[in-house]
């Protein structure tokens, strides 16, 4: 696994949890842009990339979709809410 080179930016809100709760999945970088595709939702590598690290704005679409597919609400990604009620093994918070 590579570790960031770079600090987190300041673009987005919801970055390092999409990063975390991916990783509680289990789920590759080449996963989640798979079911990004599925969702309707075009990005690449370097966008998800970017966006996990904070450096690339994210609409409300990837917004919606990523929530979806990660099984956690838009609340809890965008920090207003503590780890998801609905998990019986819920995401640490950093």
């Known amino acids: 696994m590579r570790l960031r080179k770079q600090s987190l930016g300041n673009r987005n ?10 990783k ?6 080449k996963e989640l842009l798979a079911q990004l595709q ?6 690449n590598a370097s966008g998800l990339s970017k966006l996990e ?7 409300d679409f990837e917004l919606v979709a990523l929530a979806n597919i990660l099984s956690v609400s838009v609340n809890w990604l965008l920090g ?3 780890p998801p009620p609905h998990k019986e093994d819920p ?3 950093r």
């Open 13 to 22: 809100l919801i970055g390092a949890r999409v990063e975390l709760a991916r």
């Open 24 to 29: 509680h999945l289990g789920m590759k970088q």
């Open 38 to 43: 599925v969702n309707g939702v075009d990005m």
């Open 53 to 59: 690290g904070q450096i690339r704005y994210v609409t």
């Open 80 to 82: 207003q809410e503590s």
């Open 91 to 93: 995401l640490p918070l």
